[in-house]
Every structure is written in C-alpha cells, then in structure tokens.
C-alpha cells in the first residue's frame, strides 16, 4: 500500500512563507499507479477542501482562494510534492493533507493514500 508523508508544517506570520513536503513510498509496482498528487486542507469546523493538485504531467490546479500565492510541484522520480506557501494570511490556518490519487489501479485492489496531515497556523 502507497504511503504519504507530510512535512514542513508550522507556525509563521502573517505575510510569511512555508513550504510543504509530501514525500510517497510503496514498491515500484504500487508508486507507478499515482497519477494526481493534491494538497488538501481542513480548518477547525469547516470541511476538508482542495487547495491545489498537480498531474503526473505537471498540469497543475488551485483553489481560488491560494491562486498567485500558492505553487505546487513534484518530482515524478523522487516521489515527492510540495507546496510553496507565500503571503500567508491567518484563514489559510489548518491541517494541510497530502493526497495521491491511486484510482487507475483501483481494480488491482490499490487504494488512493492520505497523510497524517501536518498543522499550518498563521498568526495576525
């Protein structure tokens, strides 16, 4: 079963500047079944919502609210995604989840992965 990992979560300012890791592992025959990689993001009391994703090809999506702000990019080789977070502002405050959509090889009984998810807070 593929596993995601989220890191680089923290504490920042207003205004300031994190930057997400989401690093996957599996077998070989496992890790070539995620095609879409996605930040998600869930606030206290609200529901998990997506905050940007980015295809095996590089095409990438963003939610409006991170447009211009946010940049996502991976490394197909190295497994790995991150999320560069600019001009942080308090209401992106949440837990920030890593995503691997692994629904290709749904029929040979694989799993799309969740992280643990990591705590962004940012402060006013």
């Known amino acids: 079963q593929v596993q995601v990992v989220e890191s680089g979560g923290g504490l920042v300012q207003a205004g300031g500047s994190l930057r997400l890791s989401c690093a996957a592992s599996g077998t070989s025959g496992e890790t070539i079944c995620i095609s879409t990689m996605s930040w998600y993001r869930q606030a206290p009391g609200k529901e998990r919502e997506l905050v940007a994703s980015i295809t095996g090809g590089g095409i990438t999506d963003y939610a409006d609210s991170v447009k211009g702000r946010f940049d996502i990019s991976r490394d197909n080789r190295r497994l790995t995604m991150w999320l560069q977070m600019n001009d942080l502002k308090p209401e992106d405050t949440a837990v920030y989840y890593c995503?691997?959509?692994?629904?290709?090889?749904?029929?040979?009984?694989?799993?799309?992965?969740w992280g643990q998810g990591t705590q962004v807070t940012v402060s006013s």
């Open positions: 995503f691997a959509d692994l629904s290709r090889c749904a029929r040979l009984g694989f799993a799309d992965s």
